[in-house]
T-cell receptor
């Protein structure tokens, strides 16, 4: 089955700096890669996703890049703010229906004011 | 209604109790899911319902019994649970965009088994 590795497990940045979280996946058949943000005690919220026919996608301060050859994808957050502090999960989906998400282990991001 | 809702928010039960978790969505999503999330861990898939039929069961113990009475409602019936089953139980539903299903999570039920 699919295996998703996520690094780092914790990340501390100063407000205004950029943050980068990296994930690798094992199955070349995976074609959908969402990122979820989970604040303490809250639900995971989809913040951005990318499909395998696209190399990069941006939404304001958030961007995701995908390298299919190397089987890795990354989340980039620019101009970080304290409210970006949360646990971020990457995930990969192995089939076209996309309903089998395999999650990475999570990254705890702390943005210091 | 643009959210997945779950009740109750918190549940404490003994190992001999029977209880049910409820999940609802009115977004017309075709698939619904149950996940289990332990502290500081990612969500783990338990069950998937597609068009009200159970399509995936990730080798979950029979003390967890899912039910999908209609396209908007998903239940998880609990019986004879163990303390290690204490966790956050998340429901999700998904909509189809092209060939992909985008999943949206409910707020979860925090379960404590004593």
């Amino acid at each position: 089955g699919e295996n998703v590795e996520q690094h780092p497990s914790t990340l501390s940045v100063q407000e205004g700096d950029s943050a980068v979280i990296k994930c690798t996946y094992s199955d070349s058949a995976s074609n959908y890669f969402p990122w979820y943000k989970q604040e303490l005690g809250k639900r995971p919220q989809l913040i951005i996703d990318i499909r395998s026919n696209v190399g990069e996608k941006k939404d304001q301060r958030i961007a995701v890049t995908l390298n299919k050859t190397a089987k890795h994808f990354s989340l980039h957050i620019t101009e970080t703010q304290p409210e970006d502090s949360a646990v971020y999960f990457c995930a990969a989906s192995i089939n076209n229906a996309g309903n089998m998400l395999t999650f990475g282990g999570g990254t705890r991001l702390m943005v210091k004011p | 209604d643009t959210e997945v809702t779950q009740t109750p928010k918190h549940l404490v039960m003994g190992m001999t109790n029977k209880k049910s978790l409820k999940c609802e969505q009115h977004m017309g999503h075709r698939a619904m899911y149950w996940y289990k999330q332990k502290a500081k861990k990612p969500p783990e898939l338990m069950f998937v319902y597609s068009y009200e039929k159970l399509s995936i069961n990730e080798s979950v113990p029979s003390r967890f019994s899912p039910e999908c009475p209609n396209s908007s409602l998903l239940n998880l019936h609990l019986h004879a649970l163990q303390p290690e089953d204490s966790a956050l139980y998340l429901c999700a539903s998904s909509k189809r965009t092209g060939n992909q299903e985008t999943q949206y999570f409910g707020p979860g039920t925090r379960l404590l088994v004593l």
